[in-house]
């Protein structure tokens, strides 16, 4: 699956919408055992959450948007296919999740490429479950520290520290990614969705079981004039760093 959203694949609400009906798709096509996920527009994977959602908007919307986050990871962690990321390209927050949601991350070894949870950098702060995935990734420690810090890590810090578990050049990423997913196939399927089941589930129960909660502390953190204040400034910032 390729993501194609030019300028640089924000999540928005569409784009999340159109996500889980592929993901949905593929899901329920039994000749389909897994998926790679990489991106069509050059050198951007994800730039994240669609900010422009999360500003100047109604609580209702807010609902709407957060509730198709939440789908779109419920999804991705749960599935049954295998599922790689091919990071060929700058993954930042919501993007940095979508890999973190795979079972296999290859990022290509451009160090101009970063990837990693940078809220703390945009004055708002990761959900329990993206940072619980994230620690189900790197450890609690390495987590920590990377999630005060909002880091946004190169490619060759991310592998450092397993936040991808490896590194090839550009040009390899697509064959590297095919070879990965024909070992993660090559093993019985109801083994291996056993066993992920296992890995994943008590964070996957943690997030259902409070997801109206998680979708209210969404709308009141966000409609803070504060937060909203932060967001607007940031947006300016990514605005000015091009003049
Ligand atoms: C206890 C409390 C509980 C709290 C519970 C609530 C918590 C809320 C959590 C909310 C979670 C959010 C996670 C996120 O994903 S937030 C998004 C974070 N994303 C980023 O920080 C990335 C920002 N973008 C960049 O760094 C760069 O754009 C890039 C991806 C590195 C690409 O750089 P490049 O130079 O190629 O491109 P430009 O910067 O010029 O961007 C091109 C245009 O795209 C616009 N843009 C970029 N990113 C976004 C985005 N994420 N959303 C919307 N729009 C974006 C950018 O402004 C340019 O627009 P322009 O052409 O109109 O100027």
Known sequence: MKFKSPPVNSLSLDFLTEFCISLEKLEN???CRGVILTSAVPKIFSSGLD??????????????????VQEMWLRLYSSNMVTVAAVNGSSPAGGCLIALTCD????????????????AQLGIVAPF??????????????????LQL??????????RI??????????KLKDRATAVMQQWLALPDHARQLTKTMMRKAVLDRLVAHREE????????ISKESIQKSLRMYMEMLKKKKS
């Open 162 to 171: 397993g936040l991808v578990d490896e590194l090839v050049p550009e040009e």
């Open 104 to 119: 296999y991350r290859i990022m290509a070894e451009n160090p101009k490429f970063s990837i990693g949870l940078n809220e």
């Open 129 to 146: 479950w993206f940072k619980d995935t994230f620690v189900n990734v790197v450890g609690h420690r390495v987590a920590e520290r990377s």
């Open 214 to 221: 998680d979708v209210q502390n969404f709308i009141s953190f």
């Open 29 to 31: 096509d039994r000749a």
């Open 51 to 68: 900010i422009t959602e999360m500003c100047g908007k109604s609580t209702e919307h807010y609902a709407e948007f957060w509730r198709a």
């Open 150 to 159: 909002g880091s946004l890590h190169s490619a060759p810090e991310a592998h």
